[in-house]
């Protein structure tokens, strides 16, 4: 074929690519999202186990010792435990309910304390303690309330392995300080950090620097942080990365106020 008959090729082989990239394109988001649910049904239940667990022992306890201070203690302990199941049930339920994945005005701080609740007892297993900068008026932003909380748990899991001797995390939200349209959620770890040489391609599908899945079955197809991006982009929103070796790594989200112009756009 000489470049003659190259060039005049018509365009339909463009589109075909063009097409083919788009399918291609699709059929990534679709796998990301199953890989994110999935990491959140895992999650979910090994928590709801951990209950189940808690209740069954209380019972067994309060079965064998009759005295009433022992009964008590057994019954308050189930109590909190199957309080803590439901919470966990209702989350997945409300998660499940909103699968249209449709943007409305939705307010962070429910997504963030929902995420918690599923994370707390594995982040108490590797010492890792929480804080929350929560301001009660940062307005409500205009997202996908299911898509948002699985940003949360894919940087609140990849915040817990940068800490295996344990550690904090730090989840900051507030309106900017620099711009009326938007809303920051920081993610704040004080883990490994990030290699200067790595940051460039951390939001690349399949970098990972981890070997594989940890001993929860968690991390390593370098999958996480690119769902991420394509998640807050969808949003119109940013997200960016500090980081300093030894020291600790910081996530900043951006998403635009509901009703702002950003939204709207
Ligand atoms: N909080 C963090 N602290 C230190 N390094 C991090 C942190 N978050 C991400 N990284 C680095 O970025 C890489 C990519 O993260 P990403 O979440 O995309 O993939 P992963 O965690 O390796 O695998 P998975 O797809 O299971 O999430 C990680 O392998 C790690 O090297
Ligand atoms: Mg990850």
């Not at 019954?75 to 249209?100: P, V, W």
């Amino acid at each position: 074929m000489d470049d003659m008959e190259l060039q005049s090729k018509p365009q339909p082989e463009i589109t075909d690519l063009v097409a083919q990239n788009q399918y291609l394109k699709n059929e990534m988001k679709k796998m990301q999202s199953m890989a994110a649910l999935g990491e959140l049904t895992g999650t979910a239940t090994h928590e709801f186990n951990n209950m189940l667990m808690t209740v069954i022992n209380y019972a067994k306890l309060g079965l064998r010792n009759r005295d009433d201070a022992s009964r008590d203690k057994a019954l308050t302990k189930i109590l909190e435990a199957s309080e803590r199941a439901a919470q966990i049930t209702n989350t997945i339920l409300a998660q499940a309910k909103n699968r249209s994945e449709s943007f409305e005005p939705t307010q962070l701080n429910e997504i963030i304390s929902s995420s918690l609740v599923l994370l707390e007892r594995e982040m108490r297993k590797y010492r890792i303690s929480i804080e929350t900068q929560i301001d009660e008026t940062t307005p409500k932003v205009h997202a996908s309330g299911n898509q948002i909380g699985r940003v949360l748990l894919n940087l609140l899991i990849n915040a817990r392995q940068a800490m295996p001797h344990g550690g904090t995390i730090l989840i900051r939200l507030c309106a900017c300080r620099d711009d009326d349209n938007m809303v920051e959620l920081t993610v704040r770890d004080s883990g490994s950090g990030i290699e200067r040489e790595s940051l460039p391609k951390i939001f690349d599908p399949y970098f990972s620097t981890k070997d594989g899945p940890d001993e929860s079955g968690k991390g390593g197809t370098g999958l996480g942080l690119a769902a991420c991006k394509e998640v807050i982009d969808s949003h119109r929103g940013r997200i960016r990365v500090e980081s300093t070796v030894g020291v600790g790594t910081a996530f900043i989200i951006r998403l635009p106020i509901a009703g702002s112009a950003q939204a709207a756009a």
